[in-house]
């Protein structure tokens, strides 16, 4: 087993993160990572993902979500071809801190099969994660800075 955890603190709500997570259709607009999701964040449903991780070569697959609660965790589970072979738990957690003012963003990959090590780039898949938590993070911070502003 192979695992990845990348951690954030942003200056936003677990409700405004959890929005920036699912507004899939603006993914091409700020994230670097994750470039398109396609699919109904909701537990059974495909995914259709593609990711561009930093230095590696882009890829797209078709995950299963396994998990979805509101404003606080959203789970994907990716299979090359057969169990076991090459799996992919995909985990975003947000975690509320300062009386829920704030939320720490835990993004987590646990990897098991055979190919494993053949076939994942821990350190670019890393790297992905972490501009991925970065650009959250801004555009999360973002939107509580305009409601302020407005208000």
Same mark, same amino acid.
């Given at each position: 087993m192979n695992q990845i955890e990348v951690f954030e603190e942003i200056d936003a709500p677990p409700p405004v993160v959890?929005?920036?997570?699912?507004e899939f259709e603006s993914y091409p607009e700020w994230?670097?990572?994750?470039?398109?999701?396609?699919?109904v964040p909701s537990e059974g449903e495909q995914l259709r993902v593609r990711i561009e991780p930093p230095g590696a070569r882009g890829m797209t697959f078709k995950p299963e979500v396994v998990a979805v609660?509101?404003?606080?965790?959203?789970v994907w589970l990716g299979r090359l071809v057969v169990p076991f072979a090459f799996d992919g738990y995909h985990e975003f957690h947000l975690e509320p801190i300062d009386e829920g003012e704030r939320t720490r963003l835990l993004h987590r990959e646990t990897f098991r099969g055979? @190919?494993?090590? *053949?076939? $994942?780039? @821990?350190?670019? *898949?890393? $790297?992905?994660?972490a501009a991925m938590n970065g650009a959250v993070k801004a555009r999360a911070e973002s939107r509580v800075g305009a409601t302020e502003r407005d208000s």
């Open positions: 959890w929005d920036v997570l699912l994230n670097p990572f994750v470039r398109t999701i396609e699919g609660e509101e404003n606080r965790r959203f055979a @190919l494993v090590p *053949l076939l $994942a780039d @821990l350190e670019s *898949l890393e $790297a992905g994660f």
